[in-house]
């Protein structure tokens, strides 16, 4: 018997298709992959971030919460929320995110943590990524220096962090407000 080729798709393809109802989906490679709905611990730790964002944010920045962040032509990975600054597409999508956040559970931390930070770090406009555990308090921060990146500690229990996008200071204390942690 015969195997089928698994069909692999562009980022345009891709939008093109439109929302699936119910889905929630990304690219990776030219493969369509399912992603599981956040939980309820990692959707208020979402809301945290935001609230921490739009404080310390200045126009023309604005927060994206469930973008898609084109990669490359086959990958199109949708972070939990990121800072724009620059213009949108012709379809109104954000281009090249300045600050990319990612809210880690136990289904996507190995991904988040290797491929996704690194191919964030390839964007020309990322300044800054955060990755935030939602089952544990601890933070990575990735700061782009003039030539390369600075990635700290992880940073743990009532800690804080300095972002340079926002020039402000972030307490843990803030991002993990109401989950429990």
């Given at each position: 018997?015969?195997?089928?080729?698994?069909?692999?798709?562009t980022v345009?393809?891709?939008?093109?298709?439109?929302e699936q109802?119910?889905?929630?989906?990304?690219?990776h490679?030219?493969?369509?992959?399912?992603?599981?709905p956040?939980?309820?611990?990692h959707g208020?730790?979402?809301?945290?971030a935001?609230?921490?964002?739009?404080?310390?944010?200045?126009?023309?920045?604005?927060v994206v919460?469930?973008?898609g962040?084109?990669?490359d032509?086959a990958?199109l990975f949708?972070?939990?929320?990121?800072v724009?600054?620059g213009?949108r597409?012709?379809?109104?999508?954000t281009v090249?995110p300045?600050?990319v956040?990612?809210?880690?559970s136990?289904g996507?931390?190995s991904?988040d943590?290797?491929?996704k930070?690194d191919a964030?770090s390839e964007?020309?406009?990322?300044?800054?990524?955060?990755?935030?555990?939602?089952?544990r308090?601890?933070?990575?921060?990735?700061?782009?220096?003039a030539?390369?990146?600075?990635?700290?500690?992880?940073?743990r229990?009532?800690?804080?962090?300095?972002?340079?996008v926002?020039?402000?200071?972030?307490?843990?204390?803030?991002?993990y407000?109401?989950?429990?942690l």
């Amino acid at each position: 018997m015969a195997e089928t080729a698994e069909r692999l798709w562009t980022v345009e393809e891709f939008l093109a298709r439109g929302e699936q109802p119910g889905l929630r989906e990304e690219l990776h490679a030219g493969r369509i992959v399912a992603m599981a709905p956040p939980r309820d611990r990692h959707g208020t730790i979402v809301g945290n971030a935001v609230y921490a964002i739009r404080r310390g944010l200045r126009s023309p920045c604005r927060v994206v919460v469930d973008p898609g962040v084109k990669i490359d032509d086959a990958t199109l990975f949708v972070p939990d929320l990121v800072v724009a600054c620059g213009p949108r597409d012709a379809e109104g999508r954000t281009v090249e995110p300045t600050l990319v956040v990612e809210v880690l559970s136990l289904g996507t931390r190995s991904l988040d943590l290797g491929l996704k930070e690194d191919a964030y770090s390839e964007l020309s406009a990322c300044r800054e990524i955060w990755l935030v555990d939602s089952e544990r308090r601890w933070v990575r921060i990735w700061r782009r220096l003039a030539e390369s990146w600075s990635v700290t500690l992880p940073i743990r229990a009532g800690g804080s962090f300095a972002s340079a996008v926002l020039d402000a200071e972030i307490g843990l204390d803030e991002l993990y407000a109401d989950t429990g942690l």
